[in-house]
């Protein structure tokens, strides 16, 4: 039985920076597919950007709650409920070159298991995007896995909601046209 469900209420922000919304945005166009390991706010605003969004969450309580604010705004995406060591299997569920963008996103242990499961799943010239990339040894882990991609990283300042400022880092891999 599912636990109880979180009000969201609002617009659909993605806690994401500014700048890095915007660059998404630009990427996805007029949509897109979209595969997104850590569900939220960003689940909903990839659905309202006309994406097919494939979202993987380890939290009940949390997944629930994204459900419910997808139905209340007519939303729809595919969400899958999976325990953190499980996460990234989701990725072998879908053909290779299949995901105009991957975003790995949340604090999971198992995230450089996302980048490598899902890393053959994104198309030629798509994006795999990291978000928090400066915890622990993700950001050499992710280069070793994404040897050959075109990396651009972007820095800024993220109040959260404690009201701490802390330095946040968004590192974008764009696949080669050939791999």
Not at 107 to 110: F, G
């Given at each position: 039985m599912p636990g109880p469900v979180i009000p969201l209420i609002g617009k659909a922000t993605?806690?994401?920076h500014l700048l890095v919304q915007l660059a998404i945005e630009r990427i996805l166009n007029t949509g897109g597919i979209v595969l997104e390991f850590g569900s939220g706010h960003s689940t909903v605003w990839?659905?309202?950007l006309g994406c097919d969004v494939?979202?993987?969450e380890p939290d009940r309580d949390w997944y629930y709650a994204i459900r419910q604010w997808l139905y209340d705004r007519n939303f729809k995406a595919d969400q899958r409920?999976?325990?953190p060591e499980q996460m990234?299997?989701?990725a072998q569920t879908f053909p290779n070159e299949y995901f105009d963008l991957v975003l790995v996103d949340g604090?999971?242990?198992?995230r450089q298991d996302c980048?490598?499961?899902s890393k053959n799943k994104v198309k030629p010239l798509g994006w795999l995007v990291i978000d928090d990339i400066q915890v622990g040894q993700l950001s050499q882990q992710a280069d070793a896995i994404l040897q050959g991609w075109q990396r651009t990283d972007m820095w800024a300042l993220h109040t959260r909601k404690d009201g701490e400022v802390r330095m946040h880092h968004?590192?974008?891999f764009r696949k080669p046209k050939c791999s």
């Open positions: 993605p806690a994401l990839f659905a309202d494939v979202s993987v409920l999976k325990p990234a299997s989701v604090y999971s242990t198992y980048i490598q499961e968004t590192s974008f």
